[in-house]
């Protein structure tokens, strides 16, 4: 190794927190040389790899604070790159909130405001019943403002795991804060809109090598959605839909997106739907139909909990998974 590599000079670290950060009470570092950032000198890949049973605790973000600058310590490196992917991007976020060694941080279909994705899905705690997870929103005015960060979220519209509303939370609260950051709109290759592990391992790359944002988001933008994904999204149904009509006249019926007007046996009714963009063929349709409202407690005339959270946008957004 020549004397300037060994001082660590144009050297850059690429810290990738995969998903499922620490397996409780358990973790392991495993580096692995990688040429994905190409920059003077030899580039570094350090993964950290695990699973997590729960939301990583404070602790276990120090853990890995402490384990970067002792790497820093080792290597003679001076500046980290980070890339957090789904629950891994929770740890990333959290990082950034304490560290001022960071350059570029992508966050790919990541888990980075906890309290509104559980609030998605009617739930007030965790898998652990962790009732006060730690939120990387809550952090982002933590997060100090240096000329040499920058914060890329990247994010598929369509995300059925970690939801894309979820996400564009976390950025606008970082554009809140004035801190350099950019959502990138990339569709990914799976059935769950959510794999965007390739994409935001090579948006990662291209800012550590010094591309600009806008020819970052030009090169890798490719699923801009029409509504943005944190426009009200209102749950469809209320505590009165099982208990009162719905009425609703044909001129607001026919200024839904996706609805049809009928006339059976002498009443109007509106029937929404929602369509995939799916291939298939051009002259046959599959037909998903829901099931029924109701929570089917005795004696209870309410709506289960899918049928109380369902909106527009999640319909929407399963049709297309």
């Known amino acids: 190794m020549d004397q300037r590599a060994r001082r660590g000079e144009g050297i850059r670290l690429l810290c990738q927190v995969d998903a499922g950060l620490l397996e409780h009470r358990e973790h392991e570092l495993v580096a692995q040389s990688a040429d994905a950032v190409r920059s003077p000198g030899p580039a570094r890949d350090l993964r950290i790899v695990g699973h997590a049973r729960a939301t990583p605790t404070q602790r276990e973000i120090d853990v890995v604070s402490a384990a970067l600058d002792a790497i820093k310590a080792e290597h003679g490196y001076r500046r980290l790159h980070f890339f957090g992917y789904a629950e891994g991007g929770h740890t990333a976020a959290a990082l950034l909130a304490q560290?001022?060694?960071?350059?570029?941080?992508?966050?790919?279909?990541?888990?980075?405001?906890?309290?509104?994705?559980?609030?998605?899905?009617?739930?007030?705690?965790?898998?652990?019943?962790?009732?006060?997870?730690?939120?990387?929103?809550?952090?982002?005015?933590?997060?100090?403002?240096?000329?040499?960060?920058?914060?890329?979220?990247?994010?598929?519209?369509?995300?059925?795991?970690?939801s894309a509303r979820s996400q564009t939370h976390y950025f606008r609260s970082l554009a809140a804060a004035g801190l350099s950051a950019h959502q990138v709109f990339v569709q990914a290759p799976d059935p769950y809109a959510h794999e965007l592990f390739a994409a935001g391992r090579m948006i990662t790359a291209r800012c550590a090598q010094g591309a600009t944002a806008d020819a970052i988001v030009a090169a890798h933008q490719n699923k801009l959605p029409a509504t943005p994904p944190d426009a009200d999204d209102r749950p469809l149904h209320s505590a009165q839909t099982l208990r009162a009509p719905v009425v609703v006249s044909e001129a607001?019926?026919?200024?839904?997106?996706?609805?049809?007007?009928?006339?059976?046996?002498?009443?109007?009714?509106?029937?929404?739907?929602?369509?995939?963009?799916?291939?298939?063929?051009?002259?046959?349709?599959?037909?998903?139909?829901?099931?029924?409202?109701?929570?089917?407690?005795?004696?209870?005339?309410?709506?289960?909990?899918?049928?109380?959270l369902v909106t527009a946008g999640r319909m929407q957004r399963d049709a297309h998974a």
């Open 99 to 162: 560290r001022t060694d960071v350059g570029c941080a992508v966050l790919a279909s990541a888990l980075v405001s906890v309290r509104s994705r559980l609030a998605e899905l009617g739930r007030r705690e965790d898998v652990t019943g962790n009732k006060d997870p730690l939120d990387p929103v809550a952090l982002t005015g933590k997060i100090v403002k240096r000329p040499d960060l920058r914060i890329f979220v990247v994010t598929d519209p369509d995300d059925v795991v970690i």
């Open 252 to 308: 607001a019926c026919k200024a839904l997106p996706k609805a049809a007007w009928l006339r059976v046996e002498g009443s109007g009714y509106c029937v929404r739907y929602w369509m995939s963009t799916a291939g298939g063929t051009k002259g046959e349709a599959l037909a998903f139909i829901h099931g029924d409202l109701l929570s089917g407690e005795v004696g209870q005339s309410v709506l289960n909990r899918g049928a109380a």
